[in-house]
C-alpha cells in the first residue's frame, strides 16, 4: 500500500511507506525491470505448454476438492520447466478453445453446460486428475448425459495426494503428451530437483532462462538440453559457463 499515514490506528501503519529498506528494494527491482524489460517480456509473452481451466462453477460446487487440486497441480508443474496458462470457464463459453497442448481437469466435476460444449470440440489431450467422474455435472448440479473422454488421468485424492506426489508423475508424462521443456534443471548427480522453479523463452535466437530457488536451502544445480551440459551467461557476467 504506497500510502503513509502517521495515525497508529490506522489500516496503513507501518506500511511500506514507513520501511525504507523495503521502499528501496521495491525502486531496485523496478530498475532491474527496466534493464531486463525485454527478456521478462518474451518469459512473458511465451506461449503456455499446458493450462488449467479457471472455473466459477467447480469452486462453488466442488470447494476444497477442486481448488486443492488445482493449486498442487500449479506447483507441481512449476517444478518441470513448463510454462502453466489458465482459461477461464467464460472463455470457454465464449467458444475460445485452450491454445495448448494439454488441458489439466483439476478434480472438478461441475462445469457449465457451454463450457463443456467448447470442451468437446478441442482437439489436445485433456487429463482427468482425481478421483471418480470428472465434468460429470452441469452449473445446476444435474448429471449429464455427453461426457468428455479423457486422454489420460492421474491419481488425486484429496486430503491425502500432495503437489511432491504429483510431480514424479508428471514429469514422466509430459514427455509422452509432447510437452517437454527446452532446457532440463538437475541437479549435481543428473537427478530433477524439488523445489527449483524455471521458465524459459526464445529471444533473438537465443534461449532466456528464468530460475527460482523455492527451498530453503541452497542447491548445485546444472542446466542441460537433450541430455547435454548447456554453456550460458548469467546476467552481469561476461564469460560464458
Keep these: 500500500v504506497w500510502e503513509r499515514t502517521y495515525d497508529p490506528r490506522s489500516d496503513f501503519a507501518g506500511s511500506i511507506m514507513h520501511r525504507p529498506a523495503c521502499a528501496e528494494a521495491v525502486g531496485r527491482v523496478n530498475l532491474l525491470l527496466n534493464r531486463y524489460a525485454r527478456e521478462v517480456t518474451a518469459l512473458q509473452n511465451a506461449p503456455a505448454d499446458v493450462m488449467l481451466i479457471d472455473s466459477v462453477t467447480g469452486k462453488v460446487w466442488d470447494g476444497g476438492a477442486h481448488s486443492d487440486c488445482q493449486g498442487k497441480l500449479y506447483e507441481a508443474l512449476s517444478f518441470t520447466g513448463v510454462k502453466v496458462g ?12 485452450p491454445s495448448a497442448l494439454v488441458l489439466l481437469v483439476a478434480n472438478q466435476r461441475h462445469l457449465s453446460d457451454r463450457a463443456l460444449e467448447t470442451l468437446l470440440r478441442y482437439r489436445g489431450r ?36 500432495s503437489a511432491r506426489d504429483l510431480w514424479p508423475v508428471l514429469r514422466t508424462a509430459l514427455p509422452a503428451w509432447g510437452v517437454k521443456p527446452r532446457v532440463q534443471v538437475v541437479d549435481a548427480e543428473g537427478n530433477p530437483i524439488w ?30 538440453a537433450n541430455g547435454s551440459p548447456l554453456s550460458y551467461r548469467a546476467p552481469d557476467e561476461g564469460t560464458p559457463r
Design 126 to 161: 485433456i487429463v482427468f486428475v482425481g478421483d471418480g467422474d470428472l465434468l460429470s455435472h452441469n452449473e445446476y448440479g444435474q448429471t449429464r448425459e455427453v461426457r468428455v473422454a479423457p486422454g489420460a488421468r492421474i491419481p488425486f485424492t484429496y486430503g491425502k495426494s
Design 86 to 97: 489458465f482459461i477461464s470457464e467464460r472463455q470457454l463459453e465464449e467458444g475460445i478453445l
Design 195 to 224: 523445489g527449483v522453479a524455471w521458465r524459459t523463452a526464445e529471444l533473438d535466437g537465443r534461449t532466456v532462462i528464468n530460475l527460482c530457488n523455492y527451498r530453503h536451502d541452497a542447491v548445485c544445480l546444472s542446466l542441460r
